[in-house]
């Protein structure tokens, strides 16, 4: 391997930290648990219904000109984010986002006419302006899109465990999908914290972040049964701790090159972008801690199974095995 961030001699005791990582955990989920209760998610426009127009900046018209003006308008939770177009000829836009004003059987309708009363609004005030989309999701729609993103994580972490469970043993399953559950309330906890908008896009990173970690925690778990079967003597706190030290240069290197490409999104990519990239980046980190401590230690606390020895491989056996 031509690139090494961990010596090959590296013993770090990883299972000696165990009860402290369960500490931190316990801590950062109970604190994720009460931001979601007392704050909650500050859903987007796919999740609480709204709509989003996308507009250019016209010539001799400055972005703070347009955000004045629309904050001047009676719409509803209305956010303004200004971004950059991608492409040969770039173009500035404004991203306007604001959601349903009223509930009920009202609210197709109140959100159509809020919709038409802003885009008069800015075409009237800025002659030149060009509305390049306008797209609404009724509050029906957006209930449903909702309960569709939620259960789609739900799904994914039963199909984690029965993969785990098919290609592992019950013990390996029980710990890779604590670690996934693990990752996937604390980046919420996160989102509810920082207020960063839970949208579509944010299902799509926490999906990504379970895949992530999965295939971070089956490395893991696929070295720490291999080492089973080599030091049948060894105890399990020992073993895995060989398996993750011996996992610890790929598990850097594939986590170090992932963060650059996020961080890059993250400050390049523009506002639209940075709900997905903030949760990519939370979870790649909060992933990697867990398939170092979390799903190791509830293994190492369960137990698993050992292969059957011979009474000779037995330490301090005396006599004949017939």
Known sequence: MLLKLVPEDTHVGFMKYRFVAFILSVIMIIASIAALATRGLHLGVDFAGGT???????????????????????VADLNVTDAVGTGANPV??????????????????????ATDMVRAALTENFPTIEIRSSSTVGPKVSGELFSA????????????????????????????????????????????????????TTIAALLTIIGYSMNDTVVVFDRVREEMRKYKKMPLGE???????????????????TLLALLAIFFLGGPVLRGMSSALIFGVVIGTYSSIFVASSILMTIGVAREKRSLEDVPGFQGTSS
């Open 52 to 74: 989003v127009i996308e507009t250019t900046v016209p010539d001799g018209v400055s972005t703070q000109d347009i955000r004045d003006f629309v904050g001047t308008l009676d």
């Open 92 to 113: 500035q836009v404004f991203v306007i986002k604001f959601k349903t004003p009223e509930s009920g059987e009202a609210a197709e309708a109140g959100q159509q006419a």
């Open 149 to 200: 993103g939620i259960t789609a994580l739900g799904v994914a972490l039963v199909l984690m465990l029965a993969y785990i469970w098919f290609r592992f043993e019950w013990q390996f399953s029980v710990g890779a999908v604590a670690a996934l559950t693990h990752d996937v309330i604390i980046t919420m906890g996160m989102f509810a914290v920082t207020r960063l908008e839970f949208d579509l």
């Open 239 to 257: 073993v895995i701790d060989l398996a993750l030290n011996g996992t610890l240069s790929r598990t850097m290197l594939t986590s170090g090159t």
